[in-house]
């Protein structure tokens, strides 16, 4: 099976339409070699996901195929969501920030979000979720809640230093001066402390030890662990990342409430940031955050400013979008609830209730 996935490959003309099929375990490789190519491809269309959704959080994917001569023309990740409190739902991607099709013409992402509808009415579940980068559906139900914050690196860090505002700048030689200094490491063990400690703070259910170490064995040195410890060796504050192509995304976080006052988290950023630049990566992908929001205001005071995400729904068995974040007031009972929980308590059941979030 070839693999074309080149800008030019964009023009071609909707003359012949592509075929869509499941994807079928003999197209691992050649799935992943697509994505590697595709300008529309994120890191949340690598094949890797497929085993982690269906491996680590037991939901069932319907990965899509497209061809055309032969040709792979574009992939859709697919996965089905069963919850009795969230509904149920296909989502490309569940525990993704981006999804979508990833295609080489827009005859390719048609037919394969066509193929997804059909799939998701098949199914019998209440809507079908696109997690896209680009509007696709103008006259789908759109969720204006999450923007994606995004920047080039320069090739010089002391350049990376002096393009941050000067007051976020400041934060980051205060952690300096503090004798912060960053380690990666190669396992998940002092990140997860800091990241089940700040979820319980936040009253937020977290994800098992379990997953980001699966994360770690797929992706390898794509899934990169960084720890910020302060003048005594302590962990104060991690960032988990992961690499595609020329670009890093900070994407699980946590910390100490010793992290505030030692600028600890201002530092892990530019840290990262850093040696991210020192091996070449050439854009800094800040992540999703919802508007009106703590981690919103502090991507724009690093300078970095929002681009609207376009999540695309489907409604099939619901009248409305779902609003399952933090932000809907009917869950505040519940983030009270959780912050009075042990943390060993939270730690146990809260991945038994994140699953069914995706």
């Known amino acids: 099976m070839e ?15 592509p075929t869509v099929r499941p994807f079928a375990g003999a197209d691992a490789a050649h799935w992943e070699s697509f994505v590697q190519l595709c300008p529309e491809a994120t890191f949340f269309h690598r094949i890797g996901w497929r085993e982690i959704i269906e491996g680590v959080f037991r939901h069932r994917t319907h990965y899509l195929v497209a061809e055309r001569s032969n040709a792979i023309a574009g ?47 098949t199914l019998g579940v209440g809507h079908l979720e696109l997690r896209n980068v680009d509007a696709r559906r103008a ?30 700048r400041a934060m980051v030689r205060k952690g300096i001066q503090n004798g912060l200094r960053s380690e990666i490491d190669p396992t998940v063990d002092r990140f997860f ?49 992961f690499y595609f192509r020329d670009e890093v995304l900070p994407y699980y976080a946590g910390d100490t409430p ?3 006052e030692l600028a600890a988290n201002d530092f892990k950023y530019w840290e990262l940031m850093r040696r991210a630049c020192e091996r070449g990566i050439r854009v800094f992908d800040f992540g999703r955050s919802k508007r009106g929001t703590g981690s919103f205001d502090f991507k724009r005071n690093w300078g970095f400013e929002p681009q609207p995400l376009h999540y695309e729904f489907d ?16 869950y505040r009972a519940l983030v009270a609830l959780w912050r009075r929980l042990p943390r060993t308590v ?7 209730l994140v699953r069914n979030l995706g």
């Open 258 to 260: 010793a992290a505030r």
């Open 139 to 168: 006259d789908w139900p759109r969720q204006d809640l999450y923007v994606t914050f995004r920047k080039a690196l320069l090739p010089d860090p002391d350049a990376n230093m002096l393009a941050i505002p000067r007051k976020q």
């Open 193 to 241: 402390d800091l990241y089940a400690d700040n979820m319980h703070r936040h009253g937020t259910p977290p994800f098992a030890k379990e997953y980001f170490a699966r994360l770690q064995a797929e992706f390898g040195d794509r899934c990169e662990v960084l720890t910020v410890v302060d003048a005594n060796g302590r962990p104060v504050s991690g960032v988990l990342s």
């Open 315 to 330: 409604l099939l068995r619901r009248a409305t979008v779902p609003q399952n974040n933090p932000l809907n007031p009917k």
């Open 75 to 121: 992939v859709l990740p697919l996965a089905e969501v069963r919850s009795r409190l969230f509904g149920h739902a296909l989502v490309s991607l569940p525990f993704g920030v981006y999804g979508g099709p990833a295609a080489t013409d827009d005859a390719a992402a048609d037919a394969l979000i066509d193929a997804a509808a059909r799939l998701a009415a």
């Open 3 to 17: 693999v074309v996935a080149t800008e030019e490959s964009r023009s071609v003309s909707a003359v012949e339409r």
């Open 346 to 352: 939270a730690n146990a059941l809260g991945p038994l």
